[in-house]
């Protein structure tokens, strides 16, 4: 039994439910994170964010592949 101020535990429940975690799972692994036991555990929606950051990192000018660029003979020269 851990006695916390009710905003921040009004916060953890929000965490740990929008996470999907019971409040005992989620302090768990917040505390196995903290000890350098778990890795960092990233919601959906944070895999999602990281991954649309990564795309647009990319040049938005850059040209599109041509025709033989994606042929099945370049792509597997060894095959054939």
Not at 5 to 20: D, F, K, M, T, V
Not at 65 to 80: G, Q, T, V
Request: hydrophobic share 45%.
């Amino acid at each position: 039994m851990l006695n916390v101020n009710p905003e921040i535990e009004a916060n953890l429940i929000a965490i740990a439910r929008r996470r999907g975690l019971s409040m005992d799972a989620f302090l768990e692994e917040m505390v196995a994170q903290e000890l350098g036991m778990a890795g960092p555990v990233e919601s959906g929606e944070d895999k999602a964010r990281a991954f649309m950051e990564w795309a647009d990192s990319f040049p938005d000018d850059a040209p599109p592949l041509s025709d033989e660029a994606i042929s099945r003979d370049n792509l597997y020269p060894d095959r054939w």
